[in-house]
């Protein structure tokens, strides 16, 4: 029995989720190899072979697989897939996007997000946005689990030497073509990992209010998210959302502005350390899970937010 | 141009879900469903393609329970021109359902198949992927803006990273997001009307696939819930609990 890992990367650096993945991988079983796919990617190889859980790594370099297409991708992960009993990846827009045509193609019934692995057969996931936690243990021989990357610490970075081994590329898929991708560049941490993530919702008014967020965040040397509602809005661009259908976080800070608290917005951020709430609804469902609560007009609480953190002689970063 | 999309029935999105005592799974009965919302917004975007001329005909697709059939009737009244249902009862699961629409897409030819990116319910985020990988046809999953080009589809897709366009070659399968459109309501004449629009019934054990569930639910509970936490009376306090007592900044 052996796991592969299908590498979450952008040709130059591992997605630091791959560090969280590789550790729910080693717990289904300790035979954890990773596959890179991609274009001009050997250093990615490199830093996978260095993961100390990983015992092996698989490179496909490819002019095609440069933008990480899964019509490309499925086809080579499905022919690797004989000498393996489970193909994992982190449960992001990448992973959701390719693991189900692998598993299709294997005629498996692939396990969503997976936040625990109870045995190689049995994994538990959130349903219902979280409200609820199913057990579920599969019947399949080979088995297609992506996993919630914040529910698995990643593993250590260093360490390991493990080889790398070629693998054959296949054809490229000419049905679907990139033309572009419109990336945020930033120098906050990133959403998915920061320790400290500062939200704003619909009660922010205004994209420009955004501001008032910005100038906490950096104080607090934290990534910024957003409700569904900010975002619809235009307040603020995709990448930022939090939520089911958004990104998934547990920073040990989360700060909540002008944030009703709707259940699809909590499922992406109630698993964090401590929840700070600031609104001026009392009744706002976002208290029932705030550890602090606010009740205040943001537009007065920010700014003496500001002015409380410059008081202090430190600040974590 | 032919548009198939395909809908599914859940449990209502501001239904605060409750689990049953026993941990057999979530309380259904006498709950409110409604259509799966970013289905809507797959619907929505077909009819609007169709209203610009540039799709001959929308057929709504559900697999589900007899009262699933509700989930068509709902898109036959915001624009679609027919509907199919088959039926099938319990958990269907995404691979079981694929199959059943690869059946179906081989019966109607459809140029494309639209869906939502993810069910509310199970929240698996899988069924227009595996679809695709069955028909061995593009996929465009998470699309925000659909721009329908001669014989092509150019998608902006909603990734962690931003936004990313692609150009698809018809036939293909697109899983919208719900940023897609804003789906219309339905009007009390287009509800009437919907109501003459022929639903065609089927089974699941007709068209040959094996619905029976291949992942078994051993049980369902509640997440641990919070513990409940205070209310300060300034900013002032709240920075001073952040840093004493919870120490986080």
């Not at chain 2, 629009?197 to 509640?222: H, R, Y």
Request: with cysteine; proline share 4%.
């Amino acid at each position: 029995m052996s796991v592969l890992l299908i590498a979450e990367h952008n040709n130059k650096e591992l997605k630091a989720f791959t560090l969280n993945a590789v550790t729910a991988a080693s717990q289904i079983d300790t035979d954890v190899h990773v596959l890179v796919i991609g274009n001009n990617c050997a250093d990615v190889a490199k830093a996978a072979s260095q993961l100390p859980p990983v015992k092996k790594v698989i490179s496909i370099e490819a002019a095609h697989y440069e933008n990480f297409i899964a019509e490309n991708f499925a086809p080579v992960v499905t022919k690797l897939a004989e000498n393996y009993s489970h193909i994992v990846c982190s449960a992001n827009t990448f992973g959701k996007n390719l693991m189900p045509r692998i598993a299709a193609k294997l005629d498996t019934s692939q396990i969503s997000d997976i936040i625990k692995v109870q045995s190689p057969d049995t994994f538990v996931r959130p349903i219902y946005a979280g409200n609820a936690f199913a057990t579920v243990k599969t019947s399949d021989s080979k088995k297609c689990v992506t996993i919630r990357p914040t529910s698995f610490d990643p593993c250590e970075s260093s360490g390991g030497s493990a080889p790398i081994e070629n693998a054959e590329a296949g054809e490229e898929f000419v049905s679907t073509k990139f033309i572009k991708r419109e990336e945020i560049k930033s120098d906050r941490p990133e959403l998915g990992t920061a320790r400290v993530v500062v939200s704003g919702g619909r009660g922010m008014q205004s994209g420009d209010n955004f501001k008032l967020i910005t100038s906490l965040a950096d104080k607090l040397n934290a990534a910024i998210g957003a409700s569904r509602a900010a975002v619809d809005a235009g307040y603020i661009s995709n990448d930022h959302q939090v939520g089911q259908t958004g990104k998934v976080v547990v920073p040990d800070l989360y700060i909540a502005v002008g944030i009703s608290g709707a259940i699809q917005h909590l499922a992406g951020m109630k698993e964090s350390k401590v929840i700070v709430a600031i609104n001026k609804d009392g009744e706002a469902p976002i208290f029932s899970v705030a550890d602090y609560g606010l009740e205040a007009d943001l537009f007065e609480a920010l700014p003496q937010f500001l002015e409380e953190l410059n008081k202090l002689n430190t600040i974590q970063k | 141009m032919k548009i198939l999309v395909a809908v599914k029935r859940v449990i209502d999105y501001n239904v605060q879900i409750r689990v049953k005592e026993d941990g057999s799974g979530i309380v259904t009965d006498n709950v409110k469903m409604s259509t799966n919302p970013p289905d809507d917004n797959a619907i929505e975007e077909a009819v609007k393609i169709k209203e610009a001329g540039k799709a001959t005909e929308v057929v709504a697709v559900t697999v589900g329970e007899e009262k699933a059939q509700e989930t068509v009737r709902k898109a036959l009244a915001v624009g679609a021109d027919r509907g199919i249902h088959v039926k099938a009862d319990g958990i269907i699961e995404p691979l079981a359902v694929s199959k059943i629409l690869q059946k179906i897409v081989d019966k109607e030819k459809p140029d494309l198949v639209f869906m939502g990116k993810q069910a509310i319910d199970d929240d698996c985020n899988q069924t227009g992927q595996m679809l695709s990988s069955l028909l061995d046809w593009p996929q465009a999953t998470f699309a925000s803006k659909i721009n329908v080009k001669d014989g092509k589809l150019e998608v902006v897709r909603e990734i962690d990273e931003g936004l990313e366009t692609i150009e698809i070659a018809t036939p293909a399968i697109v899983t919208c997001d719900l940023r897609l459109n804003e789906p219309r309501y339905a009007s009390l004449p287009n509800i009437m009307k919907a109501k003459k629009k022929p639903i065609e019934q089927l089974n699941a054990s007709d068209l040959g696939v094996d619905v029976a569930p291949k992942i078994q639910q051993i049980k369902v509970e509640e997440p641990p819930k919070r513990k409940a936490g205070i209310k300060v009376s300034s900013v002032a306090e709240l920075v001073q609990k952040l840093k004493n007592e919870a120490k986080v900044i």
